[in-house]
């Protein structure tokens, strides 16, 4: 066993000299979501801005939506010129949502959330990155879209978006 030596005054001196203005480093670590108590989900669900967009994600209905090729949805009445744009990466996100390790449940939250910032901060186009894992939220993510009134169109994402993993969101600012 090696038994522990004292550090001299000189050294602790010489290393503070030598660490002199370096600043500590800033947590970096995502730590992922805990799972919520029903009293925590209560408290989650009185957050106006997240409730109000929300509710428009329901699991029983199922919008037609293309079954081959990539995932793609226009509104009625939005240019397919526009899901084509999408598809090409002519629409550069300005937020992102990373589902991934989420419940369906905080999955939708967070969906309503990120719609709900997007107006508010007047942001067009967003990145929501659902991967692909088991496919569960992979193929819930754009039902849940489809049924938003403030989504006019998205498309699978570009490579440098995520690809596969991810969709690409277009969503109408209403005019201030």
């Known amino acids: 066993m090696s038994k522990k030596t ?24 995502i730590n992922p979501p ?41 509104r009625f009445g939005v240019s397919k010129y526009e899901v084509k744009r999408l598809r090409r990466g002519v629409y550069v996100p300005d937020m992102f949502l990373d589902l991934h390790g989420m419940t369906q449940l905080e999955a939708k939250r967070e969906l309503g959330a990120l719609i709900a910032a997007c107006i508010k901060d007047g942001v067009s186009c967003a990145c929501v990155m659902h ?10 993510t754009p039902l849940w879209l489809a049924q938003h009134p403030d989504v006019l169109a998205f498309h699978q994402a570009p490579l440098e978006f995520g690809g596969a993993g991810a969709l690409l969101v277009l969503i109408e600012i209403p005019e201030r």
């Open 131 to 140: 991967g692909i894992g088991k496919h569960i939220l992979k193929q819930k």
């Open 6 to 29: 004292p550090i001299s005054d000189d050294d602790f001196s010489a290393f503070r000299d030598a660490v002199k203005g370096v600043k500590k480093l800033q947590q970096d670590t």
């Open 34 to 74: 805990r799972r919520q108590t029903a009293a925590q989900s209560k408290a989650k669900l009185s957050d106006s801005s997240a409730r109000d967009h929300s509710f428009y994600f329901s699991d029983e209905f199922e919008p037609l939506l293309k079954e081959e090729g990539p995932t793609q949805y226009a």
